[in-house]
């Protein structure tokens, strides 16, 4: 038997801001709130224990570390070309981040709101 990713928690300094921009950016929607401020959102008419992990919006105090994190996310378009949903993403809100690309990379460094950084990969894949 294995494990599988079921959640992915994100701090959030406001997770409602993040749980709207990761919802458009995924297709995810709203699928529970807890008394803590946390926002969990995942596929439409799936949610927990689908075959694409939710994600938790978890409200903190605690500002982002300054250091790289040591985990992020990498999307891939699905119903568009690379060119497109960068624009897209961007026009969501994220933004480019500069960590020492050279440009020659398969993917574009991101970053949400909150300035979590994530990568989108110019391969397109299929919607699951």
């Avoid at 480019?96 to 110019?122: K, M, R, S």
Wanted: hydrophobic fraction near 40%; include cysteine; glycine fraction near 10%.
């Amino acid at each position: 038997m294995a494990c599988r990713i079921s959640e992915l928690v994100i701090d959030a300094a406001d997770p409602e801001r993040l749980a709207a921009f990761w919802s458009a950016v995924l297709g995810y929607v709203e699928i529970g709130r807890e008394d803590d401020g946390s926002i969990e959102i995942g596929p439409p008419g799936v949610g927990f224990g689908g075959p694409q992990p939710t994600l938790i919006l978890g409200a903190t105090g605690d500002p982002r570390p300054a250091r790289k994190l040591r985990l992020h996310i990498d999307v891939n378009p699905t119903d568009r070309d690379h060119e497109a949903e960068l624009a897209r993403l961007l026009a969501l809100g994220a933004r480019p981040v500069d960590i020492g690309q050279t440009g020659a990379e398969a993917w574009n460094v991101l970053a949400d709101p909150e300035g979590n950084e994530f990568c989108l990969l110019h391969r397109r894949i299929e919607p699951v």
